[in-house]
Structures are given as structure tokens and as C-alpha cells.
């Protein structure tokens, strides 16, 4: 095995001699230590041509703000739900208790983990393998699927916000996390140590689970009395109602439950028309399991583009965010920032390199709610999109993509089946390609 070599005085003195010596890199270190690397980098003429307008908008309303949590799939997801709630109540704005979503979803969670677990330390899996290490790591983080927010949607519907409001956790869920996480890794600590009372363990765990997410979120109701005042000022009244009538009788009509989940994993050895899925991920035992169908990028687009020209509806999706964005401004485009022109790098990984060597995963959820199209009818430009970060920044909140960003950034969006072609639905009743549980497809959970 060869040493590593320590860098030696010499090399330090030549890099810093080679650095002086350039009249660039004394211009960007000047340039980037008062300004900061963002506002020296953005490219000027790409950032004023980014345009906000569009063939076609699909008017959300007042965007969300998911605060300092990592919930952007239940907010996402519960924005495409709430543009069809409003349409079938003829409300303006309306808003689903992301909280509540997020409390069902944690409990599920607990006990889907737990149970996980236990088949693996039942089955000898060491403590300190890969895979447990991961899953002990990864645990009680906010994040999920598509699939993963109508499984919690199916079995506990759900609610108006103002009849299970935010609270101090709900916005800021970094201490609530830590004390499950602390909580669950000890059950999986005596779950080694006892084996044999691994039931027990898991039970009182559940019990603990429940008691934890209840004191910081409050006890989410089981039935309640909804009425409302439409937008052209009828009042209206259903009387009592549960969460899951609630969901069914209001965006039921959509299907959302049916969608299927296309993504865009451009590894070679995966190959497009395919299902695949990522071992131990999901969070409502005996709810559908997180796969994905592989498909071109393109195909993805021509999906979102037709959605949102002929149903008119919000399409859900998920990306790398942080590449080539302007937040206060809300834009991104694959040229925006000209940080190896600052730098004097050559960033020339594809998206295949960056999803392989770590580069590159979903890190975030929003809505598509608007295209342009050029004259030709199916050439996309850019796109909008819902954020959930609130209106103070970007286009109150919207967002601007450039369709080459896309094509680089997005890797997953939520479609109907019936958009597919019929080699795609025979590829859904195949078993799908199960990846490991830190594969970057399952980054977003």
C-alpha cells in the first residue's frame, strides 16, 4: 500500500507563489472575501434574461413555509392536494395541517423502524455493519416520498390547518428529532443485549414514540366540525366529519393515492422502463412500498408539461436544489453561476458522474405550477414552481427553472398511470430492482 505523502514546505511555498503570481486570483480573493462567492460568481446577462412569465400557470395561491424542517415532501405533496381541495370547496386559499401529517407520519415511523430492526438483529445482523449503522444514523429525519406522504394520507386523511396548527416543533424539529432518535437507538441497544424480549422492547418504544410526538405536536383530532365560507360568499357546512372522510370527499377525485413515481436515475447499469426500489425505506408497515419506475428525462417533461396544460393541476417532484440557485431571487439555470471561471476549475461531471460519486442526490420537494412552451407546442423553456419557503423571497415564493436545469436537476416527479405507455405499466407489475438503503435514489427520505 503506498503512503501518503505529507505535503511538503516547498509544494506549500510554490501554490502560494503560483497563487500571487496571478492577477486574477488576487482580483477573486478580493472580490469573494468581501462580497461573498455567489453575488462574485452569478452570471449577469444569464441572471437578467431569466423571465417569469408562462404559456401556461396553475394558480396555487399564497405559498407555504415549512420553517426550519426538512417536511418539504408533506408540504409539497399537501399543496397538490390543496389545489384540489379548493377547487371542490370553491375556496381562495386553503391550507392542510402539515403537522398533522407529520405527527402520523413519526409514529408510523417509530414502529416501521422498530420493526425493521428487530427482523435484522433476529437474523444476526452485527451492530456495527454498514447497513445498521445507516439505518441508525438515517433515523427520524423528516424527510419521504411521494409514496410515503399517501400512505399516511390513506390510513389518517387529513385536516384544515387551523384545526391542528404548527407548534414550536413542528416549525423547528432539530431537538424533537434528537430525543427520538435517542429513544429509538436505545430500544435498539437492548433489543442486542435481550433478544428475547425484542416484542416488549418494541411495545414500550411505540408507547414512548407516541408520549414524545404528542408533547411537542399536541393530540391531532379524530373527528371535527367543518364549515366554511366559499369565495363568492355562500357558507357552506358538512357538520362532523373525520380526517380520512375529510380527504376522500375533498381530493379524493384527484386519485393521488395512484400516481406513480417516474425518476430519472441515469446510471448506466440501471436501465430506463424498470422498476426499482431502496431496501428498508418507508414508513407505514403494510403500505405501498417506495419504488420508482426509470424512465428518460424527457419522458418526465413531456409528463409535467401535459399535466399542467390539459388537467391543469399541480405536479409534484423532487431535485437537487442547491446547485445554480438563486434563492432571494428564485432561479435556477444550469449557467447561472460561474463559479470555475472564480475559481479556475473545471466542473465537467455529467449527471451520471455527479449522482456516482456523490455529487448529486434529491434533497428537496416542491410543486411544478406553470411551463412555457414554445410555438411548436411540446419544446419546454422553463418552468414555475411552488416552493415551501415561504413569500419573502424569489416571486412570492415562486420559483423560475430553466429547462436545462431540469434536465440536470430534477430526478423524480409524481405522475397518473394513465399517462403511461403500455410498456410502462407492464414494467410496474414486475418486481422491482431493490438498491441498497444508502443508495442517493432514496436521498429525499
Given at each position: 500500500?503506498?503512503?501518503?505523502?505529507?505535503?511538503?514546505?516547498d509544494?506549500?511555498?510554490?501554490?502560494?507563489?503560483?497563487?500571487?503570481?496571478?492577477?486574477?486570483?488576487?482580483?477573486?480573493?478580493?472580490?469573494?472575501?468581501?462580497?461573498?462567492?455567489?453575488?462574485?460568481?452569478?452570471?449577469?446577462?444569464?441572471a437578467?434574461?431569466?423571465?417569469?412569465?408562462?404559456?401556461?400557470?396553475?394558480?396555487?395561491?399564497?405559498?407555504?413555509?415549512?420553517?426550519?424542517?426538512?417536511?418539504?415532501?408533506?408540504?409539497?405533496?399537501?399543496?397538490?392536494?390543496?389545489?384540489?381541495?379548493?377547487?371542490?370547496?370553491g375556496?381562495?386559499?386553503?391550507?392542510?395541517?402539515q403537522?398533522?401529517?407529520?405527527?402520523?407520519?413519526?409514529?408510523?415511523?417509530?414502529?416501521?423502524?422498530?420493526k425493521d430492526?428487530?427482523?435484522?438483529?433476529r437474523?444476526?445482523?452485527?451492530?456495527?455493519s454498514?447497513?445498521?449503522?445507516?439505518l441508525?444514523?438515517?433515523?427520524m429525519?423528516?424527510?419521504?416520498?411521494?409514496?410515503?406522504?399517501?400512505?399516511?394520507?390513506?390510513?389518517?386523511?387529513?385536516v384544515?390547518?387551523?384545526?391542528?396548527?404548527?407548534?414550536?416543533?413542528?416549525?423547528?424539529?432539530?431537538?424533537?428529532?434528537?430525543?427520538?432518535?435517542?429513544?429509538?437507538?436505545t430500544?435498539?441497544?437492548?433489543?442486542?443485549?435481550?433478544?428475547s424480549?425484542?416484542?416488549?422492547?418494541?411495545?414500550?418504544?411505540?408507547?414512548?414514540?407516541?408520549?414524545?410526538?404528542?408533547?411537542h405536536?399536541?393530540e391531532?383530532?379524530?373527528s371535527f366540525?367543518?364549515?366554511w365560507?366559499?369565495?363568492?360568499?355562500?357558507?357552506?357546512?358538512?357538520?362532523?366529519i373525520?380526517?380520512?372522510?375529510f380527504?376522500k370527499?375533498?381530493v379524493?377525485?384527484?386519485?393521488?393515492?395512484?400516481?406513480?413515481?417516474?425518476?430519472?436515475d441515469?446510471?448506466?447499469?440501471?436501465?430506463?422502463?424498470?422498476?426499482?426500489?431502496?431496501?428498508?425505506?418507508?414508513?407505514?408497515?403494510?403500505?405501498?412500498?417506495t419504488?420508482?419506475l426509470?424512465?428518460?428525462?424527457?419522458?418526465m417533461?413531456?409528463?409535467?408539461?401535459?399535466?399542467?396544460?390539459?388537467?391543469?393541476?399541480?405536479v409534484?417532484?423532487?431535485?437537487d436544489c442547491?446547485?445554480?440557485?438563486?434563492?432571494?431571487?428564485g432561479?435556477?439555470?444550469?449557467?447561472?453561476?460561474?463559479?470555475?471561471?472564480?475559481?479556475?476549475?473545471?466542473?465537467?461531471?455529467?449527471?451520471e458522474?455527479?449522482?456516482?460519486f456523490?455529487?448529486s442526490?434529491?434533497?428537496?420537494?416542491?410543486?411544478?405550477?406553470?411551463?412555457d412552451?414554445?410555438?411548436d407546442?411540446?419544446t419546454?423553456?422553463?418552468?414555475?414552481?411552488?416552493?415551501?419557503w415561504?413569500?419573502?423571497?424569489a416571486?412570492k415564493?415562486?420559483?423560475?427553472?430553466?429547462?436545462?436545469?431540469f434536465?440536470?436537476?430534477?430526478?423524480?416527479?409524481?405522475?397518473?398511470k394513465?399517462?403511461?405507455?403500455?410498456?410502462?405499466?407492464?414494467?410496474?407489475?414486475?418486481?422491482?430492482?431493490?438498491?441498497?438503503?444508502?443508495?442517493?435514489?432514496?436521498?429525499?427520505?
Open positions: 500500500m503506498t503512503d501518503i505523502t505529507p505535503l511538503s514546505g509544494e506549500l511555498n510554490k501554490l502560494v507563489d503560483d497563487f500571487e503570481a496571478s492577477e486574477h486570483n488576487r482580483m477573486a480573493m478580493n472580490a469573494v472575501t468581501t462580497a461573498g462567492i455567489d453575488k462574485v460568481a452569478r452570471n449577469y446577462d444569464r437578467r434574461l431569466m423571465q417569469r412569465r408562462f404559456s401556461t400557470v396553475v394558480d396555487n395561491g399564497t405559498v407555504t413555509h415549512q420553517d426550519r424542517s426538512g417536511r418539504c415532501w408533506l408540504f409539497s405533496s399537501l399543496n397538490v392536494a390543496r389545489f384540489v381541495a379548493k377547487q371542490n370547496m375556496l381562495k386559499e386553503f391550507e392542510f395541517s403537522n398533522y401529517a407529520m405527527y402520523y407520519d413519526k409514529l408510523e415511523r417509530v414502529n416501521y423502524f422498530l430492526v428487530a427482523k435484522l438483529v437474523a444476526g445482523e452485527p451492530a456495527d454498514r447497513l445498521m449503522q445507516h441508525l444514523s438515517d433515523v429525519g423528516d424527510g419521504g416520498q411521494w409514496t410515503m406522504a399517501m400512505n399516511v394520507y390513506k390510513k389518517y386523511g387529513a384544515p390547518k387551523d384545526l391542528f396548527p404548527e407548534t414550536e416543533s413542528s416549525r423547528n424539529t432539530g431537538e424533537m428529532n434528537v430525543q427520538l432518535r435517542r429513544m429509538l437507538h430500544a435498539v441497544a437492548h433489543m442486542y443485549a435481550d433478544p424480549a425484542i416484542d416488549a422492547i418494541i411495545a414500550d418504544a411505540v408507547a414512548a414514540g407516541h408520549r414524545i410526538l404528542t408533547i405536536l399536541g391531532p383530532p379524530k366540525d367543518w364549515e365560507t366559499d369565495k363568492d360568499g355562500e357558507f357552506h357546512r358538512d357538520g362532523e373525520t380526517p380520512v372522510e380527504w370527499k375533498y379524493g377525485s384527484a386519485d393521488l393515492e395512484s400516481y406513480v413515481c417516474l425518476v430519472d441515469p446510471r448506466q447499469e440501471h436501465v430506463k422502463g424498470k422498476k426499482i426500489g431502496i431496501e428498508h425505506l418507508g414508513n407505514v408497515a403494510g403500505g405501498d412500498p419504488e420508482y426509470n424512465v428518460p428525462n424527457q419522458f417533461k413531456d409528463c409535467v408539461r401535459q399535466i399542467l396544460q390539459e388537467q391543469g393541476i399541480p409534484w417532484f423532487g431535485a442547491h446547485p445554480m440557485m438563486d434563492r432571494e431571487n432561479a435556477w439555470a444550469t449557467d447561472l453561476f460561474e463559479y470555475g471561471r472564480v475559481y479556475g476549475v473545471d466542473f465537467d461531471l455529467d449527471k458522474q455527479r449522482v456516482r456523490g455529487d442526490a434529491m434533497n428537496h420537494a416542491m410543486a411544478f405550477v406553470g411551463v412552451v414554445d410555438e407546442g411540446h419546454t423553456r422553463r418552468w414555475r414552481v411552488e416552493n415551501s415561504g413569500d419573502k423571497i416571486d415564493g415562486y420559483f423560475t427553472m430553466s429547462d436545462d436545469w434536465t440536470e436537476y430534477v430526478y423524480e416527479v409524481a405522475v397518473p394513465v399517462l403511461l405507455p403500455a410498456e410502462y405499466l407492464k414494467a410496474l407489475e414486475e418486481p422491482a430492482t431493490m438498491l441498497p438503503a444508502w443508495d442517493p435514489m432514496g436521498a429525499l427520505a
